[in-house]
């Protein structure tokens, strides 16, 4: 069984910065591809990011393309988010996930894993 717990959330003004952090414990991190989704209230989860098992392929959705940016460290069994010039619309429950596809997917249905989430809050 793989384990995901995200950390890193909280209350930010616009134009701030983030980092989400997911620690991911149970298999070899190595062998997933890894990604970030946001659910925001009564709406559905979206994609935001995802990145391969290497780390040498990623994708973004276009609403946050530029400002996010997924990494990992493989040494670490670490994932991130990196959330810049963040916006009031960016706020949502965020989840990191991960597949054993180990490319860089961007559809819910490709993961198998899922953390608890954190909550990201951006005031105007």
């Known amino acids: 069984q793989v384990q995901l717990v995200e950390s890193g959330g909280g209350l930010v003004q616009a134009g701030d910065s983030l980092r989400l952090s997911c620690v991911v414990s149970?298999?070899?991190?190595?062998?997933?591809?890894m990604g970030w989704f946001r659910q925001a209230p009564g709406k559905e989860r979206e994609f935001v990011a995802a990145?391969?098992?290497?780390?040498?392929?990623?994708a973004c959705a276009d609403s946050v393309k530029g400002r996010f940016t997924i990494s990992r460290d493989n040494s670490k069994n670490t994932a991130w988010l990196q959330m810049n010039s963040l916006k009031p619309e960016d706020t949502a429950a965020y989840y990191c996930?991960?597949?054993?596809?180990?490319?860089?997917?961007?559809?819910?249905?490709?993961?198998?894993?899922w953390g608890q989430g954190t909550q990201v809050t951006v005031s105007s």
């Open positions: 996930s991960a597949s054993r596809s180990i490319v860089a997917v961007t559809t819910q249905g490709a993961y198998d894993y």
């Open positions: 990145i391969s098992w290497s780390g040498g392929s990623t």
């Open positions: 149970g298999r070899t991190f190595r062998n997933y591809a």
